[in-house]
């Protein structure tokens, strides 16, 4: 259990004393960027890892509600952020992290169904959620203007 909880607190990155889910999603982004530096594919297995690892973690871990403490959810969502980069960015890492952190924090529609479920199910899905619409609105800017985050 003691791995759970470690897994699920983001390696420690959920017990940071002030937002820990924006701590969280800010070491997602180092260590993200570096993994899509290396290969897109090395992030996709590591947001792919996350998100299973995250479900186990938190379901052994044996969370009651959403503490804050539990980030392997921003770690997850904030890499599926990022798998519409073609190239870690810095304009395309700044996007990618305040998109997901808007649609984490304001909860908009899809994102807010997820979060009032309870369980693994609502920790887990409801950033997920936050990722793909991130990735989405990164990939249209992509499409708009492809010069955008190439700087």
């Known amino acids: 259990m003691r ?3 470690l897994i ?3 390696f420690g990155t ?3 004393p002030r937002a820990p889910g924006t701590v969280a999603s800010a070491a997602a982004l180092l260590v993200g960027a570096v993994l899509l530096a290396v290969s897109p594919l090395a992030l996709a297995l590591a947001a792919l ?3 299973i690892g ?3 973690a938190v379901e052994l871990a044996d969370v009651t509600g959403d503490p804050g403490w539990v980030v392997i959810d921003e770690i997850a969502g904030q890499w599926i952020a990022l798998l519409a980069l073609a ?3 810095l304009p395309g890492l700044a996007i990618a992290f305040v998109l997901f952190r808007l649609f984490d924090i304001a909860k908009p529609g899809p994102v807010g169904w997820a979060d009032r479920k309870h369980g693994t199910f609502g920790i887990m899905t409801d950033d997920l ?3 793909v619409l991130a990735a989405a609105i990164l990939a249209l800017l992509r ?3 492809p010069g955008l985050l190439l700087l």
């Open 8 to 10: 699920a607190a983001g």
């Open 87 to 89: 190239w870690p960015t």
């Open 14 to 16: 959920g017990y940071a």
């Open 143 to 145: 499409l708009l203007w």
């Open 3 to 5: 791995l759970a909880r």
């Open 49 to 51: 890892a996350a998100t």
């Open 54 to 56: 995250g479900f186990i």
């Open 129 to 131: 959620i936050a990722g």
